[in-house]
């Protein structure tokens, strides 16, 4: 791994930056409540002019109180600036308001992550996902997925389908270049990628694997868009490195899945890819690594990211360094034969073959 970060700032930036960890939390719910409390909006919609406190208490039905302090609390946020009494939004606060990736990332983060997170030091110890047992008994969360109350379970797959959703436009004229007639979606989850594939391409034959209940899900998503003849179901438990995988096609996809599994998890999946696996075809594994990502935010996220696998998920997985999956690529028997950057929203593509 090469180097990264540096220790350059000064002593006061470094503790005022250590000051907002202190308190992040805290100021993350104020964020949330600006947001959902409609005070934003308002803002937004006064930003020529600003609006006093008083105001906005006034046109949202709001407490003056409430609203004084959250918006004081949002000077430091830097999400509102104050000219002459009068407050007005931000860049900050506009995306916070209006920009999707970051709205989909605070839902996830309060509503499947924020109190499960409380158990983050007990997971680190244990290798398990102690924050999970807030919604539940269950071993991992992918076992939950059908079962999760709401709002969790809508930011869940908000969150998931967000980033693979964008990437598949680009990826699909990839993966049939080659003419593929027959793919393996392994942990297909809902069903997304096989409906999108069944529409590009008339002729091609997918079977989704994953878990008897999110089959249950994309069966009821696939019947809807009438695809039934063409997208099958294959009910496994993937953490079985005894269970092989079905044989006879010509591609195989994994799409944010390996992230969800311990490298020594991640080399079981892989070698049964390589047995299913045409001699000919080709396995694409769809990722977003940490270590190349063209912008801090993005590293960031996925650091963040990687502690929700930590304390929620599974206890054992994380958004990998790039050269930890080719290590594991190349163990299975593999190698990468290309691989695609910059697809959808960070993600790289590795199109795999038999060694």
């Known amino acids: 791994m090469k180097d990264y970060g540096n220790d350059n700032k000064s002593a006061l930036q470094a503790k005022f930056d250590a000051q907002k960890i202190a308190f992040g939390p805290i100021m993350f719910q104020a964020a ?8 934003l909006q308002h803002l937004m919609k006064s930003r020529r002019k600003g609006a006093t406190i008083e105001e906005t208490s ?18 430091s946020l830097e999400m509102v600036m104050v000219r002459n009494d009068r407050f007005f939004i931000t860049k900050t606060g506009y995306f916070l308001l ?17 109190l499960g997170m409380f158990h983050l030091e007990e997971s680190i110890k244990s290798g398990k996902p102690e924050g999970l047992k807030v919604f539940g008994d269950w071993q991992t969360v992918y076992e939950a997925l059908s ?12 969150f998931d389908h967000y980033y693979s959703d964008v990437a598949f436009p680009e990826v699909l004229p990839i993966i049939f270049d080659e003419g593929v007639t027959k793919i393996m979606d392994v942990g297909g989850n ?7 594939c069944a529409k590009f391409n008339p002729e091609v034959d997918i079977t989704i694997l994953d878990l008897p209940g999110q089959l249950s899900d994309a069966k009821k ?29 010509d591609a195989i996809w ?28 080709s396995l694409y594994i769809l990722e977003t690594y940490w270590d190349m990502q063209a912008f801090e935010a993005s590293t960031y996220s996925l650091h963040a990211t990687t502690l929700y696998f ?46």
């Open 221 to 249: 998503n696939i019947e809807q868009h009438g695809f039934q003849d063409r997208v099958s179901l294959f009910p496994i438990n993937l953490l079985d490195a005894s269970a092989p995988f079905p044989k006879n096609h």
């Open 310 to 355: 930590t304390a929620i998920a599974n206890g054992n997985s994380q958004m990998y360094h790039s050269d930890d999956m080719r290590k594991l690529v190349r163990k299975a028997g593999l190698v990468i034969e290309k691989e695609f950057e910059n697809i959808g929203v960070s993600h790289t593509l590795f199109k795999c073959k038999k060694a």
């Open 190 to 196: 809902t069903g997304k990628f096989s409906i999108e």
């Open 58 to 75: 006034k046109a949202l039905k709001l407490p003056e109180y409430g609203v004084k302090v959250l918006l004081e609390a949002a000077i």
């Open 147 to 158: 079962e999760l109350p709401e709002p969790v379970r809508k930011s869940w797959f908000g």
């Open 32 to 39: 949330r409540a600006l947001r959902n409390l409609g005070i």
């Open 98 to 114: 209006s920009d999707k990736l970051t709205n989909v990332n605070m839902d996830f983060t309060h509503d499947v992550n924020y």
């Open 254 to 281: 994994m799409s944010q899945f390996l992230d969800c599994f311990s490298q020594d998890e991640i080399f079981t999946l892989l070698q049964r890819a390589f047995d299913a696996l045409d001699e000919n075809g």
